[in-house]
């Protein structure tokens, strides 16, 4: 896991030698996966579709520097609503978003960075900042660096 994390890769699937494969999950196998949070500022809301049509689909978060930017969809109905019907409100606010892992863009004129599997944890109206990019890279290598310690993995 350790090796893998040092390659940039986010998931390694540890099995049991005597553990019999099967479709779906197993007790005879571990899932170790890469798992970093960090806060982006929210700036508009992308075009929904589907059951989503009337509202949105996602938020589109940057960084405070704005190096990188992510859709981050909000799954609960209610805060779903409540980010549509308040966006004034929410609107340059800051969310905590986990991902596993940075998607480098190789051309930024074109392409900003980005986070891969975002996932909305929490809005932070008590904060007044987003990280920036150099931040977002460090809480990487922090959770890294974790993930190695805790597994002894060094």
Not at 133 to 144: S, T, V
Request: charged fraction near 35%; hydrophobic fraction near 35%.
């Amino acid at each position: 896991f350790g090796k893998m994390l040092s390659e940039g890769k986010e998931v390694t699937i540890v099995k049991k030698q005597s553990g019999i494969w099967r479709d779906g999950t197993s007790k005879d196998q571990l899932k170790l996966k890469l798992e970093f949070e960090v806060e982006l500022r929210m700036k508009e809301l992308e075009k929904g579709k589907g059951k989503n049509k009337s509202t949105f689909g996602s938020v589109l978060c940057y960084s405070e520097d704005g190096l990188l930017n992510v859709s981050v969809s909000i799954p609960e109905e209610s805060e779903h609503q409540d980010v549509f019907d308040n966006w004034e409100s929410y609107k340059d606010s800051i969310l905590t978003v986990r991902a596993n892992n940075i998607m480098v863009s190789n051309d930024l004129a074109k392409k900003p960075h980005s986070l891969f599997l975002p996932v909305k944890i929490e809005f932070r109206k008590d904060k007044t900042e987003a990280n920036t990019y150099p931040e977002i890279q460090e809480a990487l290598k922090a959770a890294i660096a974790d993930y190695k310690r805790r597994f002894h993995l060094l």
